[in-house]
């Protein structure tokens, strides 16, 4: 059983990086480590760029010290970034999304070309190669067509299902296993091809289609994990109990625990927690609540130390600094 991280500061960047440079030099960083030609107007300011690669799966964190417009060839996979400061703008197929902190993005659908725009951004993006993605389709729908998902949107289809993948990918991208266990690699690969699928409206994965085959029911497998992300996202505004969870999963409190633990490296209930501090910050951003009390009593955190702490340690800000910022 792999040891629970604190939940401090996952979405900051980091202090290192493996790359910090600007001009010509960082155009070419970036198109490298991306695999496509970039076609820049602007400085680009000071990139600073990590990542830690997977092989089917990458995860990048990204400054951006400047405003540029850019355009760019099709990649070769699929990047989802989710915006930790600043503001970015992509347009493909004829559809402009953009995004702020605490936003998701899908950036294209695959041999999509795309344009788009960042301003002084601090990005983390998650990259499936063609093969994990063609992978997760299969999964999910043996008879389709391998590889040839298409995308009916590029943000994610409500907020608790950004938030749902935000903390999926805070949990992976901590606890993915390495060379050395390629069974946990492949599985950890699987849930977030489903996750991936899950999140954002495609032809593969219906809107109303909820994830919950009968197999694997017995089983703290990732089949399990997806059915109890999904009640998660149905019910993130309730007061759900492990032994609701449990029950709604078809499995027992034991093997929810322990299938947490093998696949996130967390308990449900600190998975539940992130989900609805997320939440709480996006109702805190769009102005839907009027005051740091109301929110968090409208999502279950009724010591207001403890949110104002546990907001703080995932967002590094306090509450109140997101709702001033929002009121400017």
Aim: proline share 5%; net charge neutral; with cysteine.
């Amino acid at each position: 059983m792999r040891p629970s991280m604190p939940d401090s500061a996952r979405r900051s960047l980091p202090h290192a990086f493996d790359f910090e440079g600007d001009g010509e030099r960082a155009h070419h960083w970036l198109e490298s480590a991306y695999g496509t030609t970039l076609r820049l107007r602007g400085r680009t300011g000071t990139v600073r760029h990590r990542r830690t690669d997977h092989a089917a799966i990458a995860f990048d964190h990204l400054t951006i010290g400047a405003r540029f417009e850019f355009g760019s060839d099709p990649m070769r996979g699929l990047v989802v970034v989710d915006v930790l400061s600043g503001d970015l703008e992509y347009t493909r197929d004829h559809v402009t999304d953009r995004g702020r902190d605490g936003d998701t993005v899908l950036v294209a659908g695959l041999d999509m070309p795309f344009r788009g725009r960042v301003d002084s951004c601090a990005l983390r993006t998650t990259t499936f190669d063609v093969d994990a993605v063609g992978a997760a389709v299969q999964d999910l729908v043996p008879d389709h067509p391998r590889q040839r998902v298409s995308f009916s949107s590029y943000v994610p289809r409500s907020a608790v299902a950004g938030a749902r993948w935000r903390a999926t990918v805070d949990e992976l991208a901590t606890f993915f296993p390495g060379e050395e266990s390629p069974l946990g690699r492949g599985e950890a690969a699987r849930l977030l091809g489903h996750t991936l699928l899950d999140t954002f409206p495609n032809d593969v994965v219906g809107a109303g289609d909820p994830l919950q085959s009968g197999r694997d029911a017995r089983d703290a497998t990732p089949s399990t994990i997806r059915r109890a992300v999904r009640v998660i996202e149905e019910r993130a505004h309730e007061d759900l109990s492990l032994a609701d969870l449990a029950l709604a999963c078809r499995v027992t409190p034991r093997t929810l625990q322990y299938a947490f633990r093998r696949h996130l490296g967390c308990t449900p209930a600190s998975y539940l927690r992130r989900v609805r501090l997320d939440l709480a910050r996006q109702s805190l951003r769009d102005g839907s609540s009027s005051s740091v009390g109301d929110v968090a009593a409208r999502f279950g955190f009724f010591n207001p130390g403890r949110f104002a702490a546990d907001y703080r340690r995932l967002f590094d800000e306090y509450p109140k600094d997101t709702l001033a910022r929002a009121t400017r």
